[in-house]
């Protein structure tokens, strides 16, 4: 079955420090992965994607990502974290065959940012 | 170029009660997605709309509908609201080109169900 999964339902991090968000899926498919960040009481925005292509791609916010096919991870980077990422973030795959109403999202993980 | 609204931002309703959710998409996007978010089961879907029709459905019961207009504005209705509807329910806007996948999310309407 399709899944995401984000190992950290929670992570702290101190100000300046580096951030690194995991995620795993498991999709039969060549997957579209997708990064969104979600503030409190706000909607989703995306962070970065991933379709085809260097595996390493940027993303706003100072955000990158890296596709390990061999891993089935997506996982996120940040190399110094400001107080403004505290926010959920979450992981979301989908496929070529499929629009995105079918794009599967993680649990999220929940960020803090200790200033 | 305006994002996507969603009115109303927050709603308190009673159990039993109906209501109804409204969505402008981004100018151009004819794809509408809803999604309920909840604290327990995360980000779930509910149904996606194109071109006035329904696309897609998740697995959510026959309360929870939706439509769409001819310029791709978008209804959500739950009707007899139950106390585990309280949510943010969330609506996203996409080009509908299926070699697009990125959508937009609004900022949600609130639900509680009291």
């Known amino acids: 079955a399709q899944s995401v999964t984000q190992p950290d339902i929670h992570i702290t991090v101190s100000e300046g420090a580096s951030l690194e968000l995991r995620c795993n899926y498991s999709?039969?498919?060549?997957?579209?992965l997708f990064w969104y960040v979600q503030s409190p009481g706000q909607g989703l925005q995306l962070l970065l994607k991933?379709?085809?292509?260097?595996?390493l791609v940027q993303g706003i916010k100072g955000f990158e990502a890296e596709f390990k096919r061999s891993q089935s991870s997506f996982n996120l980077r940040k190399p110094s974290v400001h107080w403004s990422d505290a926010a959920e973030y979450f992981c979301?795959?989908?496929?070529?065959?499929?629009?995105?109403?079918?794009?599967?999202f993680g649990p999220g993980t929940s960020l803090s940012v200790i200033p | 170029k305006a994002g996507v609204t969603q009115t109303p931002r927050y709603l308190i309703k009673t159990r039993g009660q109906q209501v109804t959710l409204s969505c402008s998409p981004i100018?151009?996007?004819?794809?509408v997605s809803w999604y309920q978010q909840t604290p327990g089961q995360g980000l779930q879907f509910l149904f996606e709309?194109?071109?006035?029709?329904?696309?897609n459905k998740g697995n959510f019961p026959g309360r929870f509908s939706g439509r769409q207009f001819s310029n791709s504005r978008s209804e959500m209705n739950v009707s007899t609201l139950e106390l585990g509807d309280s949510a943010l329910y969330l609506c996203?806007?996409?080009?509908?080109?299926?070699?697009?996948?990125?959508?937009?999310f609004g900022q949600g309407t609130r639900l509680t169900v009291v």
């Open positions: 996203a806007s996409s080009p509908g080109d299926r070699r697009n996948t990125e959508a937009f």
């Open positions: 991933y379709f085809s292509g260097d595996t």
């Open positions: 979301a795959v989908g496929t070529l065959k499929t629009s995105y109403d079918k794009v599967i």
């Open positions: 709309y194109f071109s006035e029709t329904q696309r």
């Open positions: 100018s151009g996007h004819r794809s």
């Open positions: 999709y039969g498919a060549t997957p579209y």
